[in-house]
């Protein structure tokens, strides 16, 4: 039925997995539907992808170590081993060598795949891989009866059978640790664990783990000297073990009776289930139960009278004996081998992970050191960037203020304080180079009534005017200024007084335009004193009041004119040109 709904299906690949899955799961079931499923999905080989292909290996594998085709378990699992494309199957194939290192009594091989299959554990791997090592592991270190590490392995899969909640695991984790118990003599605890493992492990048809279990059980029995109840327990072992067709169990199954049969006295059946363990424990090579099965197949022959073949047993009985004692040598040495080599390993793989976080952190701190700098340029920038615009800012506003501390806010030409302090430096420069050094006194006549007429205001627009059209008139070397309310004054270096007459005639000439750029009709005019120094050692304002006493002769003989002054007297005086209009 499985097959046909399987086979139905086959053009996907999903049925395929389902079945591989399906197969995984259903281990240890009943050796006869394994095969036959394995078959059914082996029609279909060429539509596998590579990694159902690994894990059909593995089930190969496995089936193959429960026949006792140990080589070509090995074979299967070896290949398994390097595929490092898949962690998980690499860890069931490292289970799986292990395992069969184990029965084989390759017990360095064993422990080497122990530590090799423990150093690929990650908490990504597949728990049950993770599950599947820690088991082997555990009944490894049991066969080389360590059993403290046996136990901390075991504690391991317990913790993951728990969390992964399959109870088939837990099934086979309940069994090492019953196997242990009885190994370590608690039997007392042992019987108690040994039946509650076999009634979980019925429960969910785990019958390879019912019947292992049957055996150390009919073993507690029989220790206990329930001799019946040992007997029907180990039948029921035998029975289910051979279904399974684990090799390795039926032989410790058979000497399991034969021990119990010897106890009873009963040598011929003692003799014959030993016989039956010898015939299968010689092919696999199980030295400890060998031993104990030519034990008892001297004994029982001893007292069925045939000496031969007591003898014949008692000298297998040394080579296996021998065998023995070699193995628990091998399997100490090789544990310890392996420990070492695993240190050694571990020490290496440590320094290689101290080394390679020390290059990231390396790594890192070089980055933010970069970054840091980074920061820091763009800090310094930044602050430059505006250190810069303050100063740009300030430079301004500095430039501005002294602008305004030069500059009269009425008419925007240079005022009283600055206009003075300017034309100081030009005079001292011109006494220096003794050149003529002219200053013009000027003041605009009958102003008030220009105020008085029409206001204030238009007072305001015709001083404007008159500075503008003073400045228009000068040259660029001469320094023009307001110094009063209506007055004003011209500094002209190196003029002398023809040149400084031709100045005022244009400003003059100037300011007779104002008439025409004011919407009323004013008739502008100014008077103009001069006064004119070349060289000696007039201070600068002795000339400002000669040109001011200059400036109030030009008021009195009538405005509109330009007297220049003369020592003494003031001897040039121009009649205005123009008349004013009020
Ligand atoms: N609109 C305006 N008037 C001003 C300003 N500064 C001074 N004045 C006026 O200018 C006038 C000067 O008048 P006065 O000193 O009598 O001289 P004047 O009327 O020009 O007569 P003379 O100079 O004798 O020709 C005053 O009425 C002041 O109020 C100013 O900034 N704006």
């Not at 006494?431 to 008085?452: A, C, G, R, W, Y």
Request: a neutral charge.
């Amino acid at each position: 039925m499985w097959f046909y709904c399987f086979a139905a299906a086959a053009e996907v690949s999903v049925p395929l997995e389902q079945a591989i899955n399906e197969l995984e799961a259903e281990r240890w079931k009943s050796r006869h539907m394994q095969q036959q499923k394995l078959d059914d999905i082996l029609r279909y080989q060429s539509q596998l992808t590579l990694q159902q292909q690994t894990r059909i290996n593995i089930i190969q594998a496995q089936l193959a170590l429960l026949d006792g085709n140990y080589g070509t378990a090995e074979q299967l699992a070896s290949a398994i081993a390097q595929r490092t494309e898949f962690p998980n199957s690499q860890l069931a194939a490292y289970s799986l060598l292990m395992n069969l290192a184990n029965l084989r009594g390759q017990y360095e091989t064993a422990f080497y795949y122990m530590y090799r299959g423990e150093a690929l554990l990650t908490p990504e791997s597949d728990p049950r891989r993770r599950y599947e090592i820690y088991s082997s592991s555990a009944n490894l270190l049991i066969n080389a009866q360590i059993y403290d590490q046996a136990e901390s392995r075991l504690a391991s899969a317990q913790g993951l059978a728990k969390e992964i909640a399959d109870p088939k695991l837990s099934c086979s984790a309940q069994y090492v640790q019953a196997k242990l118990a009885y190994l370590r003599q608690q039997y007392e605890s042992a019987g108690r664990l040994l039946q509650a493992q076999i009634e979980q492990c019925r429960a969910i048809n785990e019958s390879l783990f019912v019947g292992a279990g049957l055996v150390w059980y009919g073993r507690t029995q029989a220790y206990e000297e329930q001799h019946e109840a040992a007997q029907k327990t180990l039948f029921e072992a035998l029975n289910s073990l051979q279904q399974n067709g684990f090799k390795a169990g039926i032989v410790k199954a058979n000497l399991s009776l034969a021990e119990l049969y010897l106890r009873t006295n009963q040598f011929d059946l003692a003799l014959q289930y030993a016989k039956e363990s010898i015939a299968m424990g010689a092919k696999l090579e199980q030295w400890q139960d060998l031993v104990g099965a030519y034990q008892v197949a001297a004994l029982a022959a001893e007292r069925l009278g045939d000496l031969d073949d007591a003898l014949y047993y008692e000298r297998l009985l040394q080579q296996a004996s021998e065998q023995s004692l070699v193995q628990s040598k091998a399997i100490r040495l090789a544990y310890l081998k392996a420990r070492f080599s695993s240190t050694a390993e571990q020490q290496k793989i440590t320094l290689f992970k101290t080394e390679n976080e020390l290059a990231s952190l390396r790594k890192e701190a070089a980055l933010t050191h970069r970054w840091l700098i980074v920061l820091g340029l763009f800090a310094t920038c930044c602050v430059c960037a505006l250190l810069f615009v303050m100063l740009i800012r300030s430079r301004k506003e500095h430039r501005h203020y002294r602008q305004l501390s030069q500059t009269d806010s009425l008419t925007n030409i240079f005022n009283r304080r600055y206009s003075l302090e300017l034309a100081e430096k030009r005079y001292r420069a011109c006494l220096v180079e003794q050149t003529p050094f002219t200053v013009v006194m000027i003041d605009v006549d009958h102003f008030k009534s220009v105020n008085d007429t029409f206001g204030h205001a238009i007072g305001d627009q015709v001083l404007k005017h008159v500075a503008n059209q003073l400045s228009l008139a000068i040259r660029k070397r001469d320094i023009v200024g307001r110094t009063g309310g209506e007055e004003f004054a011209l500094f002209l270096p190196s003029s002398d007084e023809a040149q400084t007459k031709a100045v005022v005639e244009r400003c003059r000439a100037n300011l007779a335009t104002i008439r025409d750029k004011m919407s009323q009709q004013i008739e502008v005019t100014a008077s103009f004193g001069i006064a004119s120094a070349t060289g000696g050692k007039l201070p600068l304002e002795a000339l400002i009041r000669r040109a001011d006493e200059a400036l109030y002769d030009a008021k009195s003989a009538g405005r509109n004119r330009l007297v220049v002054y003369r020592s003494g007297k003031d001897v040039d005086s121009q009649p205005s040109q123009y008349e004013v209009m009020l």
